[in-house]
């Protein structure tokens, strides 16, 4: 039954941007709900605007509406001011397409993004009237899956979900449903073990872990992970997550939003992976291996999107479009064919060489807005340990060439709270920003603009930095206060992050199971919204971690030791923890790896995936000496 | 050359702003591969000129877009690319060619009508009487956002269509000059329903041109 329309026709005028909660966009598909079999809803944990830019959500509605048999339909968790009247209203969450309850469809797939929309989750589902814990939920209810980046630690959101898809989940969504559905004359719990058969599906219940007889204060009764052990031989450990051989065909039927979105435009995948190694980089190192799509296929790509769509930008998304072995050509083909239709093209931070200024210049036509570079550590020692190194000479030569072709602003991306970092490295982006703006002042006068944008290192799972812990919230905040000192007046602009929330973050990407709880009481205690600085509710968080007798700081800042088993190995991204490790040991000697597409250095993705490898993918053969490390 | 495309906008879709609005009739009209004559400069705009801003909400029935043309078309095939593209809630009413000197519409916007339900729980003689109290009244001093002004003179027109089932249909004929704008809330307001929930469909916008 579709939710009370008059009803939500009613609330509607009462609350801030009605047109997120309506549907009915361009290109937004709504099948006969009674003739389908399998109903899925792809569900977005934080608001449309954000929601509607996600591509790979985009993508899986696409595939699952193009199965013959299955409905896809979409759901975001309204803002606050709705998320009130709702629940005033005893409406629950309902899908944009059918307007349905969210309980009435077969799968629901959360995508998890990145970790502070975890209580958002737990939000949708509790607005959706269904149980919030997987071993609460009964046959009647929906399958809880969840995807996304998130996932690579599926742990402290084990406890919520029935399964979850590792990895690329375009081959993975579609057999999940395909089981699902060929399994629905069967109990649940034997539904969740076909499931967990399907490759790069993590079903959580049939996973015990153990841990130590350590009575360490905070840890509870117990301990680090002593055991992760699979309940029934024929259950995968670890999981390895999916990837797909070559890149699928770009979805160009995107949705179009009637109202005002951030990202408004279209997108398009050009490729997948990074073989630059960064080592404070999550998405590096677990999205291996790189894949292209090729230049024809883009173009093509993007003439067919325009026509479907009618969207006037498109962003050509990537973790590092320089490295796209064609990126030249892309590019100048790309505004010789579309330079007639008013279309234009964005790009990620390039990196900084000349080469990138006239391809920027290139895609800009005449327009010149702000340009933006990531050298992302101060000092040359620095960006050595992060294996991120371009010599701070030329990042002045560059912004310097930048300047002179017309740009008058230019956005620098920083990090602090890097392992081993100095109070002198801080002091060598106040340095390099008072450098850069420096030299805009030269060109363009009191119009030169620098903005500054200082993040604070978050340690990731599956990094050669996973077992470094946060930086000590002190160090932060004089960091940032140095910053603060330093980077100021006509022409400078900074931000940075709120320490509590870069602790909350280090807390949920390096939890293990046991930290459900924690979330769980969060949520009940307000918790939500915890990725947006007006809405997080730390106090809360803070409440639930003494209701529950953990120690958010052990999650946090301690160090782990290489031998302990980090509760994210029960997934593997195909990077094996050796190779990790020896980069964690590099980088403290601050020596650089090169870019793998050059040499291979055995981390580990072609052994994991042999014979699913194809010829696109951009891993050279292996170095026999390497392969040594193996 | 430029075309005068009178439209309904219905359904979700009147949830969409005035500038949403804008986006949403450039997508569509860049789908049907019309040659939309843009602005110049380095972020060019395609050329499009609605009447009056349509309030969040409120059905249009009959509102005027002016799309301007590098090209000509004939302009049955200008519908008939366009109609397939078109977002749900969005229709074509009508195509006219206007003369390209003619003064922008948003000059000549001289009343807009409006059909509103609302939900009124009083017997039909009962809301006449009302309506025709108000009616003869010379002054109706209403507030908003701070200034107070004579709602009464912007009332052009002001019937009862419908009272049942506690709901009442109102047809009404605002002045909309520059300055001197009615707003058909402001006269639920005055008729004691400001908190009333209701529908609102404007059903014409006047222009000079157009009587
Ligand atoms: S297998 Fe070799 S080339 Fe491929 S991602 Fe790993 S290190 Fe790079």
Redesign the interface.
């Known amino acids: 039954m579709q939710v009370d329309l008059e009803k939500l ?2 609330i ?2 009462t609350v801030q941007k ?2 997120r ?6 290109n937004s598909v709504v099948k006969d709900w009674n003739a389908i079999t399998t109903r899925v809803c792809l569900a977005f944990p934080d608001i449309y605007d954000l929601g509607m830019s996600n591509l790979g959500l985009m993508i899986l509605y696409r595939i699952l509406n193009d199965l013959p048999d299955v409905l896809a339909e979409r759901a975001y968790l309204p803002w606050v001011d709705m998320i009130t009247a709702m629940r005033g209203a005893g409406m629950p969450l309902y899908s944009l397409e059918s307007k349905r309850p969210l309980g009435d469809f077969d799968i629901i797939g959360i995508s998890l993004p990145y970790e502070q929309v975890y209580t958002n989750a737990l939000e949708m589902l509790d607005l959706a009237g269904i149980p919030l814990r997987s071993d609460e939920r009964e046959g009647s209810h929906p399958l809880i899956v969840a995807g996304g980046h998130a996932t690579f630690n599926p742990e402290p959101m084990a406890a919520f979900f029935d399964g979850f898809v590792i990895g690329d989940g375009e081959e993975a969504m579609v057999e999940l449903v395909e089981v699902y559905r060929a399994t629905s004359g069967l109990r649940r719990e034997a539904r969740l073990k076909a499931l967990a058969q399907v490759r790069g599906v993590y079903v959580p219940r049939f996973y015990r872990v153990r841990y130590a007889e350590d009575p360490s204060p905070g840890m509870g009764e117990r301990g680090p992970i002593a055991a992760i052990e699979a309940k029934t031989p024929d259950t995968p450990l670890p999981v390895v997550k999916r990837v797909v051989r070559t890149l699928p065909p770009p979805t160009t039927r995107l949705i ?1 939003p ?3 979105v951030s990202h ?1 435009r279209a997108a398009i995948e050009i490729n997948r992976g990074c073989t630059r190694g960064c080592r404070f980089c999550q998405a590096g190192m677990a999205m291996r291996p790189v894949r292209e799509r090729p230049v024809e296929e883009i173009i093509q790509a993007t003439d067919t999107i ?7 930008e498109i962003g050509l998304l990537s973790l590092s479009p320089s490295d796209y072995s064609q990126i030249d050509t892309l590019v100048k083909r790309m505004v010789e064919r579309f330079a007639d239709e ?1 279309l234009s093209i964005s790009l990620p931070a390039l990196r900084a060489d000349s080469f990138s200024v006239t391809l920027a210049e290139t895609i800009a ?4 807005t702000g340009f933006t570079f990531a050298p992302e550590a101060g000092s040359d020692r620095m960006r050595a340990t992060i294996n991120k190194s371009i010599p701070s000479r030329q990042v002045f030569d560059v912004v310097s060439e930048v300047f002179r072709r017309g740009w008058q602003t230019i956005k620098l991306y920083f990090m602090i709270g890097l392992p081993g970092e100095e109070m002198e490295d801080v002091r060598a982006i106040v340095e390099m920003v008072k450098t850069v703006h420096m030299i805009g002042r030269r060109v363009h006068g009191r119009q030169a603009q620098v903005n500054v944008s200082v993040n604070t290192f978050v340690p990731k799972p599956h990094t050669p930095f996973q077992w470094v812990g946060l930086d000590g919230s002190r160090s932060i905040r004089d960091k940032q206060a140095l910053l603060r000192r330093e980077i100021r007046g006509r022409g400078l602009k900074l931000d940075y992050n709120d320490p509590e929330a870069s602790m909350l973050e280090a807390v949920l990407a390096r939890g293990d199971r046991r930290l459900a709880e924690v979330i769980h009481q969060a949520w009940a205690l307000g918790a939500r919204f915890d990725a947006w600085d007006d809405q997080r509710d730390f106090g809360a968080w803070m409440r639930a971690f003494a209701k529950t007798g953990l120690d958010p700081d052990l999650y946090a800042y301690r160090q782990r030791s290489p031998d302990e088993l980090l509760p994210w190995e029960v997934v593997s991204t195909g990077v094996r923890k050796r190779f990790l490790l020896r980069e964690y040991e590099r980088s403290r000697r601050r020596e650089e790896l090169s870019d793998c597409r050059e040499e291979c250095h055995a981390c580990g993705i072609l052994t994991a995936f042999q014979g699913e490898s194809s010829p696109v993918w951009c891993c050279p053969e292996p170095d026999p000496e390497a392969t040594k490390d193996r | 050359m430029r075309l005068r495309v009178t439209f309904s906008k219905k359904g979700w879709l009147i949830y969409s702003s005035h500038l949403d609005l804008m986006r949403v009739w450039e997508r569509a009209l860049r789908r049907a591969g019309v040659a939309l004559a843009y602005s110049g400069g380095y972020h060019p705009r395609p050329r499009l000129q609605l009447a009056r801003a349509l309030p969040l909400g409120h059905v249009g029935e009959r509102e005027p877009i002016d799309v301007w043309l590098d090209e000509p078309v004939d302009q049955r095939e200008f519908s008939q690319s366009l109609v397939p593209v078109l977002p749900e809630g969005l229709k074509l009413r009508q195509v006219q060619e206007v003369r390209s000197g003619a003064p922008a519409m948003q000059t000549q916007v001289v009343a807009t009508e409006y059909r509103v339900r609302v939900d009124w729980d009083q017997p039909a003689k009962t809301a006449k009487t009302r309506i025709a109290q108000m009616l003869a009244e010379t002054e109706i001093t209403h507030t908003r956002r701070g200034k107070r002004y004579n709602l009464r003179p912007l009332i052009e027109r002001l019937e009862l269509e419908d009272v049942s089932e506690e709901r009442a249909v109102l047809h009404m004929r605002l002045s909309a000059r520059p300055g001197a704008s009615g707003r058909p809330e402001a006269v639920l307001d005055a008729l004691g329903l400001g908190d009333a929930f209701a529908r609102y469909h404007r059903t014409r916008v006047m222009l000079k041109a157009t009587g």
């Open positions: 026709e009613r509607l005028p009605p047109g909660y309506v549907g009915g966009e361009y179009v009637t109202i005002d408004n325009l026509r479907q769509t009618g969207f006037e008013h036509g005449g327009r010149r």
